[in-house]
Structures are given as C-alpha cells and as structure tokens.
C-alpha cells in the first residue's frame, strides 16, 4: 500500500511527485509507460518550454531532463504499462518482469493527450508508408534521428501543427502545404503569414484531405475546397496535426466517470473525480495545454491530494455543475464541491467551439456573477473567475448549477 500512485511521468505527474514530496507525502511511485520518463516535451526539438519553471527557455528535450532531475529521489517506474484502474486505488500494470498489482491511498491520473491519427478522420485512400502524426514525426526525428520523407503536407492549423515547420526544417524536409477545413486557421493569424514567408508552406483555408494516395510510400493527397473543386498536391509525407483527444484508454472501462464535453475525467475544483481516492491534472482533463498550464496543474492539484491525506480536504457534501451552453465547447473543472475549504487548485477553464465575438457570461438562474465582451477564440484559454468560497456558495441549499453562455454579437471569420 503506497501513498500516492502517480500515472504518468509527463510535466503534470513529475511536477505532482516533486510536490507531494515537498508537503511530507513521501511513499510517492510514478508509473511511465515508456521507457523514459519526461512526457511529449521529450520529442520536441523546438524551444518554448521552461520559462515558468526553471526560468530558462529550453528546447523540449532539455526541459524534459530538467523535469526528471528535479524528481530526483522520487520512485520513477519506467516501462510500466497500466492496464487496468480499479477500486479503492488499485491498479494493474504490466512490467518488465511481469504483471503486478499496486495499490495506494490515492491515485492521480496523469495520463496526458493524443493526437487524432487518420483513420479516426475518417480520410480514404491507400495505406502506404509516410502517414504520421506530430508526435511520430518529432520521435523519429529527434529521438531516431530519421529523415522519413522529403516533402510534407501538414493535415491541421492548430499551434502544433506549426511545431511541425521547426521539425521539418530541422530534419530538411519540405513543407508542401497545410491545410485548415475552417475558414481561418486555428493558430493566431500571424502564424500563416510565418508559414508562408519562413517555410515556403501554403496555407489552405476551407479546404479537406480527402484521400492519401501511393503504393509502397505516399505519393501525394488528394485535396478538396469549399467551392468543390479539387486538386492533388504531390508529397511523400503527411502529417494529420492537432485534434487532440485525452488519453483515456484506462479510464473509459473503468468506474470513473467522464466528462462528455472534454473528453477527460469528470472532475471539481481540486482534481478529484466522482471516486474520492482517485485524481486527475494536466491534459487529460482537457485538450489540450501548454506544458507549464499541465506542470502547474500538477503542483496544485498535488497539494489538494496531500490535504486529503492530512484531513484538511474534506469530502463533497454536494456539488455545483459547471453547464457550458453551445457554442460553448467545455468548461473544466465541471463542477464546484462543497464545502470548499481550500483554495481552487483548477481554475475554472472555458473553451469555444469558434471564432465568435460576444458576451460571455456565468448565472445562476437569473443571477449574473459574471461575463466579459470580446472576440473569443477557440485557440485561445479563458478562465473565468469562479470560485465556492468568492460565490459564497455552502452545502447548504447550493443551486443545482451555473450556465456558462455565450451571446454572439457578430459572427468573426
């Protein structure tokens, strides 16, 4: 029986680790399915990473060692792969020397996110050599040291999708194209212009992958426009970026519920899900993340754990859910316990479906307690000031929810 199994060795469980032990919690093991613990930042060449945690800017790899250094002294399990997440803080793995049960007291999921490979796109055509995602892409590249094409199209806008340009030039491939199925890409603006005039890319707005062609190796993709005119771009590469999903393969057969609108485990305000031992932090709750929102999310959430273990986080008289109205995407955490008698460690997180301009709002009922007007992206992360303890909100006769609307003024393409 440990304290603490912590699963997952990225930016959000190692920060977990290294705070548990700093808050007296020392019987801590991690559980990394690779064989090196540090997360996706491991594959990432580019810099970025670092700042609010070492107060340096680093490259992904050398923020991944700083992480794993900082965790030094901490029960770091690599190559362990969980199978199974039961009851009363048990857990199944598979391990270099066999299966094995562990059990603790409590559990945190630190399990992250993934990318939405092709078939999940549902894009048709042949099956040939050259298909990847961004995380491939960077493994083989960075880690393996391979240049497994000549010329890339990039599937996908989003922020990642232009880590890609840096992989690429690093490894002398060329960018063909990126494509955006909406009418502008998903990134801030100026990120297509950079494509353009710093990679040579085109960015294609309006515009799917329908179908990969090629025999042994990708030959080029097959593209259709908003008109409905179509052309094929010739490639031996294609990168299907972005659309991340929340790595939940062990907690959906599980009892821990999920939430419909993220995708992650269903959570309040300090990371607990509906079963008391069991917690969650970083991008599993919610694709997706920087990595220092993921690292701090760990430290917070470590510590809402380490009162649980102490007495001082009591459990959930009642809830309050946390209602996102369409076109609102999500709002994590999902509800708000109480009593409340801690600071938040989750601040409440919004997202939107798209580019709207409007007035944003939270109310209970007929009661405003909060909105904001302006153009919301969905790139962009809203947290907005809620909180059981600001609201003055007790167990006792605490509304059913709050609604998160948004009240579209104009729409923005």
Request: hydrophobic share 45%; charged share 20%.
């Amino acid at each position: 029986m440990h304290d603490v199994l912590i699963l997952g060795a990225g930016p959000a469980g190692l920060s977990a680790a290294i705070e548990l032990r700093r808050a007296g919690v020392r019987d801590v093991v991690v559980l990394e399915r690779e064989q090196t613990a540090g997360g996706v930042p491991r594959h990432c060449g580019h810099p970025g990473f670092g700042w609010r945690e070492f107060r340096r800017v680093l490259g992904g790899p050398d923020y991944a060692r700083r992480l794993v250094r900082a965790a030094d002294g901490v029960d770091v399990r690599t190559g362990h792969t969980v199978v199974r997440l039961g009851r009363d803080g048990v857990v199944d793995v598979v391990a270099p020397r066999g299966p094995a049960t562990l059990q603790a007291r409590r559990v945190l999921l630190a399990l992250g996110t993934r990318e939405m490979p092709r078939a999940a796109r549902l894009v048709s055509g042949t099956r040939p050599w050259g298909v990847f995602t961004t995380g491939a892409l960077q493994q083989l590249v960075y880690l393996a040291h391979q240049r497994p094409c000549t010329r890339a199209v990039i599937v996908g806008t989003e922020l990642v999708s232009f880590s890609n340009l840096m992989t690429m030039r690093h490894a002398g491939i060329r960018p063909v194209a990126m494509i955006e199925p909406g009418p502008r890409i998903v990134a801030p603006r100026v990120g297509g212009v950079v494509a353009r005039l710093a990679f040579g890319a085109r960015v294609h707005v309006r515009t799917e992958v329908v179908a990969v062609h090629g025999t042994h190796r990708v030959e080029g993709v097959e593209i259709a426009h908003a008109d409905g005119t179509r052309a094929t771009l010739a490639c031996d590469g294609v990168v299907f970026s972005g659309r991340f999903v929340p790595e939940t393969a062990i907690v959906r057969p599980s009892h821990v519920a999920l939430d419909p609108h993220t995708g992650g485990p269903r959570v309040d305000q300090y990371g607990r899900t509906d079963d008391p031992a069991i917690f969650a932090a970083g991008n599993l709750l919610r694709p997706v993340e920087a990595s220092w929102t993921a690292w701090d999310e760990g430290r917070r959430v470590a510590r809402a754990i380490a009162a649980s273990l102490h007495g001082t986080l009591p459990p959930a008289a009642s809830h309050v859910a946390l209602a996102p109205v369409d076109p609102v995407r999500y709002a994590c955490p999902q509800q708000l316990a109480l009593p409340a008698p801690l600071p938040a460690a989750l601040p409440v997180n919004v997202r939107v479906r798209a580019p709207i301009r409007g007035r944003l709002r939270a109310a209970i009922g007929p009661r405003e307690l909060w909105r904001a007007d302006r153009l919301w992206l969905p790139e962009r992360r809203t947290l907005i000031p809620l909180d059981a303890a600001t609201l003055g909100l007790s167990a006792d006769g605490a509304p059913a929810r709050v609604d998160i609307t948004l009240e579209s003024t104009a729409n923005h393409g």
